[in-house]
């Protein structure tokens, strides 16, 4: 088991940057990848970034050139978000996936971006 513990979000202006960080615990050398999601009221749940323990990377396209996903290290993740967008507005989960294919998931911060 892997508890996560999200935090960055909140209020910012179009334009504007935010950097989200995860941190994991418990079972962490069993994490594959670290991901972020976001979900918008009424929404799915979508894949935005993710990297994995060799440091491939997938960004969704409509936040490739902006957003920038990291590992700080074997527990920490980071979700730089830069130009960001009114449509990006979302609770952004961070997410772990075990090399069993298990997803264990953060509680979700808030991000909202005002035109």
């Known amino acids: 088991q892997v508890q996560l513990v999200e935090s960055g979000g909140g209020l910012v202006q179009a334009g504007g940057s935010l950097r989200l960080s995860c941190v994991a615990s418990?079972?962490?050398?069993?994490?594959?990848?670290m991901a972020w999601y976001h979900q918008a009221p009424g929404k799915q749940r979508e894949l935005v970034a993710s990297?994995?323990?060799?440091?491939?990377t997938y960004y969704a396209d409509s936040v490739k050139g902006r957003f920038t996903i990291s590992r700080d290290n074997a527990k920490t993740s980071s979700l730089q978000m830069n130009s960001l967008k009114p449509e990006d507005t979302a609770v952004y989960y961070c997410?772990?996936?075990?090399?069993?294919?298990?997803?264990?998931w953060g509680q979700g911060t808030q991000v909202t971006v005002s035109s």
């Open positions: 990297i994995t323990r060799g440091g491939s």
């Open positions: 418990g079972n962490i050398f069993s994490i594959n990848t």
């Open positions: 997410a772990v996936i075990n090399f069993a294919g298990y997803t264990d």
